[in-house]
């Protein structure tokens, strides 16, 4: 067995990505990081850490790995899809479906996928 430490994203501003990422999901940045770092972490609570590194390249192909979320304190997918979009994640791709299942596909603002899935208690409510 292995033990999972990180989800390691490349970043053209790991701070500010990063900075966007800890609005987006509530968790603060680091407090040892700083603008202008080359890797910044967020911490999730559960101990997996989000690691963002500066690379001097550009994101130009799809993600092969990509987070999935989904609305914390009660939030729908939709909601959160929306509260997403108003912190500048722009829609990639709608894969909603007519009787509520499916997911939708955001970018961050950096480009990278991440998907928004229904909560629990949504797909608990359909089960």
């Given amino acids: 067995m292995i033990e999972l430490q990180a989800?390691?994203?490349?970043?053209?501003?790991?701070?500010?990505?990063?900075?966007?990422?800890?609005?987006?999901?509530?968790?603060?940045?680091?407090?040892?990081?700083?603008?202008?770092?080359?890797?910044?972490?967020?911490?999730?609570?559960?101990?997996?850490?989000?690691?963002?590194?500066?690379?001097?390249?550009?994101?130009?192909v799809k993600n092969r790995v990509h987070?999935?979320?989904?609305?914390?304190?009660g939030r729908t997918r939709d909601e959160e899809v929306e509260r997403l979009l108003g912190l500048g994640a722009t829609l990639h791709e709608d894969h909603r479906q007519a009787d509520g299942s499916g997911w939708v596909t955001l970018r961050d603002p950096e480009g990278n996928e991440f998907c928004v899935c229904r909560s629990e208690a949504e797909r608990n409510a359909t089960a």
Avoid: C
């Fill in 67 to 73: 987070l999935d979320v989904n609305g914390a304190d």
């Fill in 7 to 60: 989800v390691t994203v490349d970043a053209a501003d790991p701070y500010a990505i990063a900075s966007w990422w800890s609005e987006a999901t509530g968790i603060p940045v680091d407090e040892e990081s700083k603008p202008g770092d080359e890797e910044v972490l967020i911490r999730t609570p559960g101990g997996l850490m989000l690691l963002f590194i500066r690379v001097p390249e550009g994101k130009t």
